[in-house]
């Protein structure tokens, strides 16, 4: 146990990780925002009054994009790591199976698809959080309206992220990301049913 916490340790400390993980998160955590999103304004505007019945509609697509991201991610870096390390094998002319690259790799597998997964599942969850109030502090109405303004608040939060890590206008890069939530509330308004 102790040897893999230090191997975690070592690829966590590798720049290239943190970049990749980082950019997994974010772009599945944005997926996820926009998928509640507009799962709460077509769930809003299909009739449904209760915000549970929302939230467990969420749920399952918090679980849909969070298998998503683990299942994709760890398919797509197990063939990049089997790549490079086929590369590696042949300008060293040696195998290099049950090897710490190997392990190293797994281990950055195992880092990516985490934040792969993590990213929607979080985003959705606060997104759906102020539908659970309903009926407890706030109408139907006033919950959705707080899901979409949490939501474009996370978006916002990655805006500002990527920002300051690009050193750009945090505040452009936060209506910018923002915007998209808007965006997808609105073209719910807009379609037939």
């Known amino acids: 146990m102790g040897r893999r916490l230090a191997r975690f340790r070592r690829v966590l400390e590798k720049d290239d990780v943190r970049?990749?993980?980082?950019?997994?998160?974010?772009?599945?955590?944005?997926?996820?925002?926009?998928?509640?999103?507009?799962?709460?304004?077509?769930?809003?505007?299909?009739?449904?009054?209760?915000?549970?019945?929302?939230v467990a509609i969420g749920l399952g697509a918090a679980v849909?994009?969070?298998?998503?991201?683990?299942?994709?991610?760890?398919e797509i870096e197990r063939a990049q790591a089997l790549a490079e390390q086929e590369q590696l094998e042949q300008a060293m002319l040696t195998e290099l199976e049950d090897t710490r690259v190997q392990r190293e790799h797994r281990a950055s597998q195992i880092v990516h698809a985490t934040a792969s997964a993590t990213g929607p599942i979080l985003a959705i969850l606060l997104t759906l959080s102020p539908l659970a109030l309903e009926g407890v502090v706030l109408t139907m109405g006033q919950s959705v309206l707080a899901s979409i303004a949490v939501g474009v608040a996370i978006l916002a939060a990655f805006g500002i992220y990527l920002a300051l890590i690009s050193k750009q206008r945090w505040y452009v890069a936060a209506v910018r990301m923002g915007l998209a939530g808007l965006v997808v509330a609105a073209i719910n308004v807009f379609l037939p049913g």
């Open 64 to 74: 849909g994009l969070g298998t998503s991201g683990v299942w994709s991610v760890w």
């Open 19 to 54: 970049s990749i993980s980082r950019r997994y998160f974010i772009a599945n955590g944005f997926d996820g925002t926009l998928t509640s999103i507009g799962v709460v304004v077509g769930a809003y505007l299909s009739g449904i009054d209760q915000g549970l019945t929302v």
